[in-house]
């Protein structure tokens, strides 16, 4: 009887875990140029979160940020492609209790605030009816409002957002994305060749040194390399 009890404690133990719920809150609070993102993971009783600010200088990293090959762009796509199942599990099995969205749009004029108001409620809605094809939504818990400043220029937007999935549905589809990402060997043996090439031809020096420069972006002495000419 012993061994009975211990079997039944442990499918109990799996099935508490299988349930347990996954959640994921997160909110923004942007105005402008300006963001903050605050993003709280929580797995049974573990707990993460991170609040992260975005300010004027986020536009000068994106530009500095190079440009993927076409041939890198279109292996991720095939790579999103091939998990497209596992996504589209992980969607059906999440639950959103929570979202509200205020968003506030201004310009120049009355006209141009009651204009922009509209184009907001247009792309508020599709965003809305495109979110709840991809996962359950609580009809109550969702609030959308989007209000003209007829006052200055502005963008400011307010977003809070709960969504929840069951740790062993997560798991699944985890799975199922690593599988199929492990059924295109061929696509994952070309992004790890890519990859090895890109850190030879870099030969120590950072991303955004010339051919010129050393890694701290410095120019190289003349004794440094050999140029042969014939």
Known sequence: MGWLIAVGCLAAAMALLWLAPVQLHLRLA???LKAEVFVELRVGWLRF????TLGEKAPRVRARTR?????EKQDVR???AASVQGLRYLGRATWCERLRLRVEVGGLDACDSALLAGLGWSLVCNLLAQFGRLVQVNPAGVA???????QRPLLRTDLDCILRVPLGKATWAAGMVLRAALRRRALLARIRERQRRKGDRTDGRSPDSSPHEDGDGQPEEHGGREHGHR
């Open 78 to 80: 095939d790579l999103l």
């Open 67 to 71: 440009r993927r090959p076409g041939a």
């Open 49 to 52: 979160a991170r609040a992260i």
């Open 30 to 32: 942007q105005a402008n």
């Open 144 to 150: 959308v409002a989007v209000v003209p400043n007829f």
